[in-house]
C-alpha cells in the first residue's frame, strides 16, 4: 500500500508562494499517478491537479497558471508549486495515488490511501 505524506504547507500573504511535497513510498515502483486535492472548511474537496506516470500533467481552471505539479521519481515525491496565491486557495492539501494513464490499478486506484494533509492559509 502506497502512504502519502504531505508537507510544505503554511501561512503566506496574497501574491506568495508555497511549494508542497507529498512523499509516497513505492509510488514510483506501481507506476502511480498522483492526485493533488484540496479541502476549504465548509467546503466539499475539489481536485487541483494531477501527473500521471507517463508525466502528463493537469490542473483545475482555478490553479492554471499560477501551479505546477512535477516529481522526482527517485524520492518517490510529487511536488507542488504555488505562485501568486489568492485568499481562495486558503485549504488543506492532501495527495493521493491514482490509475489514471496507468500504473497498477489497485495498488495506485482502488486500495489508495489518502496522506494527512497540509494546510495553506493566504492572507491578505
Known amino acids: 500500500q502506497v502512504q502519502p505524506v504531505e508537507s510544505g504547507g503554511g501561512s503566506v500573504q496574497v501574491g506568495g508562494s508555497l511549494r508542497l511535497s507529498c512523499t509516497a513510498p513505492?509510488?514510483?515502483?506501481?507506476?502511480?499517478?498522483m492526485n493533488w486535492w484540496r479541502q476549504a472548511a465548509g467546503k466539499q474537496r475539489e481536485w487541483v491537479s494531477r501527473i500521471t506516470t507517463d508525466g502528463t500533467t493537469s490542473y483545475a481552471g482555478a490553479v492554471k497558471g499560477r501551479f505546477t505539479i512535477s516529481r522526482d521519481k527517485g524520492k518517490d515525491t510529487v511536488y507542488l508549486q504555488m505562485n501568486s496565491l489568492k485568499p481562495e486557495d486558503t485549504a488543506i492539501y492532501s495527495c493521493?495515488?491514482?490509475?489514471?494513464?496507468?500504473?497498477?490499478?489497485?495498488?495506485?486506484?482502488?486500495?489508495?490511501?489518502w496522506g494527512q494533509g497540509t494546510q495553506v492559509t493566504v492572507s491578505s
Open positions: 513505492g509510488f514510483t515502483s506501481n507506476s502511480c499517478g
Open positions: 493521493k495515488t491514482t490509475a489514471i494513464g496507468g500504473g497498477n490499478v489497485e495498488t495506485c486506484g482502488s486500495k489508495a490511501s
